[in-house]
């Protein structure tokens, strides 16, 4: 079956900077456009980058562009999300995703059909 497993979280100073690293088994990675979501306590989950499957496009929120930064491995069925200067408001489960369709201008997480289970990010001020 399809496992998706996300891990590089933690607790990190604001301006700092961390790693997430997701991979994906039991598909063809490379059929997939991958997605990085994040929710916050109290709030809706939300999209923060997606990169089509060959990895030639990209898609930033408006809240990460210019911060964060989306890749993948194909070769290794993984996908990165680097994030820099981290902000307290960054805060939240990050989730990893897998769905057919990559937008370039948008990121709905229900067109996404396989999720991991989350990897924690705490920004501190």
């Known amino acids: 079956q399809v496992q998706v497993v996300e891990s590089g979280g933690g607790l990190v100073q604001a301006g700092g900077s961390l790693r997430l690293s997701c991979t994906a088994s039991g598909l063809t990675f490379n059929d997939y456009a991958m997605g990085w979501f994040r929710q916050a306590p109290g709030k809706e989950r939300e999209g923060v980058s997606c990169?089509?499957?060959?990895?030639?496009?990209?898609y930033y929120a408006d809240s990460v562009k210019g911060r964060f930064t989306i890749s993948r491995d194909n070769a290794k069925n993984t996908l990165y999300l680097q994030m820099n200067s981290l902000k307290p408001e960054d805060t939240a489960m990050y989730y990893c995703?897998?769905?057919?369709?990559?937008?370039?201008?948008?990121?709905?997480?229900?067109?996404?059909?396989?999720w991991g289970r989350g990897t924690q990010v705490t920004v501190s001020s």
């Open positions: 995703a897998a769905g057919p369709f990559f937008r370039s201008h948008d990121l709905r997480p229900n067109e996404f059909n396989y």
């Open positions: 990169i089509r499957w060959s990895g030639g496009s990209t």
